[in-house]
């Protein structure tokens, strides 16, 4: 295969950024379709991609032309789209968090295998510049051997509430809608699985928000703290709806050093004028922190099917977030440790 059609699954805000990447920013890769129930949605997404348009995810998967799939859709939909694409031997990119139980990241960590195509999940932080630098690092073993690692999420944003934010259940609540990410990287640079977690949770940040929606939704605030299987410990503090930015930072501890990755300066500039204060602009999103490694995990998606090759993010990586997720929410509910299987 010399080029890679992609049907985007999903004419939303992730919709848009990952065809825009597909589309004009790798090589060998192109949009050649949108799916989209929201007629309006899609006919937006696919006239500004030149690409055609489909309401129903099976019209795509019986064209031999379509060789993969982009699922941005919500992440109950996960399952069912990845099994139907596998079943019809699609390669599939999918937005994380993989699904909101373990026994559904299961099966489709199953069919995967099976299908022998080509799965990535949309972890990006991998794909960041910085954090490929750490990682490198970390196997150089230029800290020794890690004992504690910190990983900081912060959004200034939330999900729509009133809206599916006012769902936690069907979303997975803070711990799979942010924390997602933080899982994955922790584990990714300890090179190791989480054994167990202490979770805390709740609405402190949007107490107002909560009020227009009957006092459910989203929790704002997570704090956890973990064990790795080889003994090193680790937190998490992941934060939403607090103003001054999007601020993703992991530090790693060593017995011979320690890792720093990321800062929440947005860019290299800072400025002062007569008030004698320094500012420095703060990243508005996680679209504009995480802009370069976005490109680089579609570029990746469309070398590992071309060149025949396994992501180096796959199901199985999502399977296990998906069980720290999980833990964690059941620790947040009984107000104990959990250990994870």
């Known amino acids: 295969m010399n080029n890679v059609n992609v049907a985007v699954i999903g004419a939303g805000r992730m919709g848009w950024l990952h065809a825009g990447n597909f589309h004009g920013k790798v090589s060998k890769g192109k949009v050649a379709a949108v799916v989209d129930q929201n007629k ?29 799939i982009c699922i941005s859709t919500p992440i109950g ?5 990845s099994l139907k694409a596998l079943k019809a031997k699609k390669h599939v990119f999918c937005e994380k968090p ?33 954090f490929e630098a750490a990682k490198e690092a970390l196997e150089q073993g230029v800290v020794g051997t890690p004992v504690f690692i910190r990983s900081t999420s912060r959004d200034p944003g939330l999900p729509p509430v009133p809206g599916w934010g006012a769902n936690p259940e069907a979303c997975g609540d803070i711990s799979f809608e942010l924390c997602s990410h933080d899982y994955d990287r922790m584990c990714w640079l300890m090179d190791d ?23 459910k939704m ?5 704090v956890i703290n973990m064990e ?18 999007y601020d993703a930072r992991v530090e790693v501890v060593g017995d011979e050093g320690v890792i720093v990755i990321g800062d929440m300066g947005h860019v290299d500039v800072i ?24 490109v680089k995990e579609a570029q990746h998606f469309i070398d590992c099917i071309i060149e025949h090759r396994n992501p180096k993010v796959g199901a199985e990586d999502g399977l296990q977030a998906v069980k720290i997720a999980a833990a964690v929410n059941k620790s947040i509910q009984l107000g104990q440790s959990v250990l994870i299987d």
């Open 40 to 68: 309006e949605s899609a006919d937006k997404l696919g006239s500004h991609l030149g690409a055609e348009v489909f309401s129903q995810v099976d019209d795509i998967l019986m064209r031999p032309d379509i060789h993969a």
């Open 77 to 81: 939909t996960h399952k069912e789209l």
């Open 98 to 130: 993989l699904t909101l139980t373990v026994a559904d990241a299961e099966e489709i960590a199953a069919a995967v295998k099976e299908s022998g195509c080509c799965y990535q999940l949309g972890f990006m932080s991998r794909f960041d510049d910085a």
């Open 193 to 215: 699985k989480v054994r167990k977690v202490y979770a805390q949770a709740g609405i402190l940040s949007s107490k107002d928000v909560a009020a227009r929606c009957g006092g």
């Open 218 to 222: 989203i929790n704002d605030t997570l």
């Open 228 to 245: 790795f299987c080889k003994g090193a410990l680790g937190s998490v503090d992941g934060l939403l709806n607090i103003k001054y930015g």
């Open 271 to 294: 400025s002062a004028n007569k008030s004698k204060k320094l500012s420095v602009p703060a990243s508005p999103s996680f679209i504009d922190r995480f802009k370069h490694a976005y």
